[in-house]
């Protein structure tokens, strides 16, 4: 914010906009998203630090969803089917596509069950070693 104070200062002062931007190692693509007529908005560059949300979950909030996730009643389940049972108690932690962020964070996303993994089944296929070897008839019109 800073820089974009300086460099529309300078730019009022009489100077170039692009000579003053480039000083700063800046494109006047980068600045001008940043400097929309005097609202300052956030900083798009890739490395900038931006604040987090007001809205964001905090610690406890998200340790709490992994509280519920590692409970016996709902350790096998998935959220798909934890949220819904919360909601049936009158509980509201945090919505399905939240309790999925949260675990895919923690690497926890995955099949939660004692059961093992689906297996692809192979179809067999049927080949003629020779000719009239394979015989297919159909039933169903007799």
Known sequence: ???VLLIEEANRAGAR???CVSELGL???TFEPMSSQG???RDMRLG???PQPMHALSTEERQSILDVCHSKEFSSLPPTQIVPALSDRGIYLASESTFYRILRAHKEQHR???VQ????RHIPVHRAAT???SWVTDRSWA
């Open 1 to 3: 914010r800073t820089a």
């Open 17 to 19: 906009l692009k000579k």
């Open 27 to 29: 494109s006047i693509r």
């Open 39 to 41: 609202e300052h908005t």
């Open 48 to 50: 900038a630090q931006h």
């Open 112 to 114: 939660r069950r004692r």
């Open 117 to 120: 993994k689906p297996r692809t």
């Open 131 to 133: 000719i009239g070897a």
